[in-house]
């Protein structure tokens, strides 16, 4: 079982939150999806980097911390 924690700018306004993990789980059915936040301040690095280390620990458990750069269209998420 894959947990995947989401910290990212999107918000929660519109799409692009559901459209991610829409992606996600079509890759990975099994995997377990936590949102730890969708509110950080655009291109803010410090305030993700303490939310991303403050969130650390806990999801440390035979895991693996991956950072994807996600590019938002107008479409949906594309991971290229």
Known sequence: MAIITLT???GE???HVSSL???IYSLMPE???ID????????DLLQTAYLVRNNQEVFTYKNK???INTEVQSRG???K
């Open 8 to 10: 990212t700018d999107f």
């Open 13 to 15: 306004n519109d799409f």
């Open 21 to 23: 993990k829409g992606a």
């Open 31 to 33: 995997a377990v999806v």
């Open 36 to 43: 730890i936040s969708h509110q950080v301040s655009p291109f």
């Open 65 to 67: 911390n991956y950072r």
């Open 77 to 79: 998420v594309n991971f």
